[in-house]
């Protein structure tokens, strides 16, 4: 648990009026922004820098975080996404010597507002009935009124566009420039693991900016294109969704993840929506309709995509289905080279059992 320097207190108000009191860590200050809540009981930095959080605040569930101190290598981005974090025991305390800095300091210094010794289950719990919503989390001193009053202005996922938020500001290569195989990666909140996924394969990699057109991207006369993950509202996204209806028509292999997922669909006329309270977390059981097996996978996604469409559409084969409340969790197209799944295969933090969708990319691209 926290020591005395991290004991004063804090507040945190959901959208419907409950309430709950709990103690400060990290920055003291005020954090908005929609509520959700990840599972795993490891990882926490990197779902800390993971780019789809962005817009978010988490509540971790596990009992126990901080517990094996920060290290630099493992961040998914350049910096803390989440705009606040929810814990039962937030730790100062670590046991890895390899860490040079606990939780409470890499709060403090990124200016992370959290909340301690919250009852996470009985709030998770409450979360999944009622559905997500936005909160508010204070440890500056500020009466419940005047939080209620920000909490009002807090706008609502549904209908945000994050993604060009958070994506690179200019394009950037990684990877041996005469590598056999070049990708295009929109960036729409891509973490650095997908990106190691790719290079570590031998490819050549061009990260692009959100908004960048199909012509521009062309030029890197790519063998692959991949669209990445990222926050907010895919529905919002109508430009990138016109961008891969170009890079569909020139069936070069395709791969898409998370977000990546949604905008495929929507470039088909496959309805997304969002879902009651999302999948975050590193143990959800996915069935490969393909191979008949089941793989153990990391997820982070609070949008999906419409099961009615996507099964009624002609060009559009369901792969992958999700074994808790069957959500469509991978599609490929009949017709052209190209795949996603909504869960992430990279896998960190998480099991390894999806990374074979990488090798499936590269040998699209080969052949």
């Known amino acids: 648990m926290a020591d005395s320097s991290t004991t ?30 990840n599972t795993a009981m490891t990882g926490y930095q990197e779902v ?64 992370i507002v959290a909340i301690d010794e919250i009852d996470t289950r009985a709030l998770v719990i409450h ?3 009622k559905g997500a919503m936005n909160c508010i989390i204070s440890s500056d001193g500020k009466s419940e009124e005047e939080l ?48 190691n996924c790719l290079t570590e394969r031998g490819a050549y990699v061009k990260v692009f900016n959100a908004k960048t057109s199909f012509e521009e991207a062309e030029k890197f006369n790519p063998h692959g294109y991949f669209v990445s993950n990222g926050p907010g509202d895919p529905g919002s996204m109508g430009y990138a969704v016109e961008n891969l209806k170009k890079i569909l028509s020139v069936k070069k292999p395709f791969f898409g993840i998370c977000l990546g997922q949604q905008l495929l669909a929507l470039a088909n006329d496959i309805p997304t929506f969002k879902m009651h309270h999302g999948h975050r977390g590193l143990n959800h059981p996915v069935k490969n309709l393909v191979t008949g097996k ?33 959500s469509i969790e991978g599609i490929e197209l009949k017709d052209r080279p190209a795949f996603s799944v909504q869960y992430h295969p990279e896998s960190t933090p998480g099991p390894h059992d999806s990374r074979y969708l990488f090798d499936n990319f590269f040998e699209m691209m080969k052949n």
Do not use: W
């Not at 982070?300 to 559409?313: L, M, V």
């Open 127 to 129: 979360i999944r009935e």
């Open 48 to 111: 800390f820098t993971d780019p789809s959080y962005y817009g978010q605040i988490v509540i971790m569930n596990s009992v126990h975080i901080g517990n094996y101190g920060i290290i630099d290598s493992e961040v998914e981005s350049e910096f803390i996404q989440v705009r606040g974090i929810i814990g039962r025991n937030l730790e100062e305390r670590y046991s890895r010597f390899a860490s040079k800095e606990n939780l409470h300091e890499y709060f403090e210094r990124q200016n």
């Open 8 to 37: 004063d207190r804090a507040i945190l108000i959901l959208e419907d009026g409950n309430t709950f009191y709990g103690k400060a860590f990290g920055q003291r200050g005020t954090a908005t922004g929609e509520i959700c809540f």
């Open 148 to 195: 209620k009053d920000i909490l009002k202005q807090v706008p609502s996922m549904s209908g945000l566009e994050l993604a060009s938020t958070v994506s690179t500001e200019k394009e950037y290569t990684l990877g041996d420039e005469n590598a056999p195989i070049r990708i295009a990666v929109f960036d729409y909140g891509v973490k650095r693991n997908i990106l």
């Open 294 to 326: 089941c793989e153990i996978t990391t997820q982070n996604h609070g949008f999906g995509i419409d099961p009615e469409a996507a099964k009624a559409h002609p060009n559009i084969t369901i792969t992958h289905i999700n074994l808790n409340d069957d």
